[in-house]
């Protein structure tokens, strides 16, 4: 069982930054990918980044690349999103999730966090 805490959410104006944390529970942290998702008002549940276990494999959904980053230390059971550059329409609330494979696949994601609001005003 993981258990995920998002923090680092809040109010930006676009053009701003925000990072946001992902603390995991247990002693297995190093063993899971894990991933960013995003969901808008109205809006399907959208992939964002992951992240391989060891960090060496990442990638991104085309519309963040180039201004978010997704890194993880496994020594202190952390998962981060950098967010720079944002834009109105990356208003959302962003869940961090464990996988045992690299996948950009929500339903191939086993935990979830509570999520954290992001909003970027205009």
């Known amino acids: 069982q993981v258990q995920l805490v998002e923090s680092g959410g809040g109010l930006v104006q676009a053009g701003g930054s925000l990072r946001l944390s992902c603390a995991a529970s247990?002693?297995?942290?190093?063993?899971?990918?894990m991933g960013w998702f995003r969901q808008a008002p109205g809006k399907e549940r959208e992939f964002v980044a992951t992240?391989?276990?060891?960090?060496?494999?990442?990638y991104n959904v085309n519309s963040v690349k180039g201004r978010f980053t997704i890194s993880r230390v496994n020594a202190k059971n952390t998962v981060y999103l950098q967010m720079n550059s944002l834009k109105p329409e990356d208003t959302a609330v962003y869940y961090c999730?464990?996988?045992?494979?690299?996948?950009?696949?929500?339903?191939?994601?086993?935990?979830w966090g509570q999520g954290t609001q992001v909003t970027v005003s205009s």
């Open positions: 999730a464990a996988t045992q494979i690299v996948t950009i696949l929500h339903k191939e994601y086993d935990y």
């Open positions: 247990g002693r297995t942290f190093s063993r899971y990918a």
């Open positions: 992240i391989s276990q060891s960090g060496d494999s990442i």
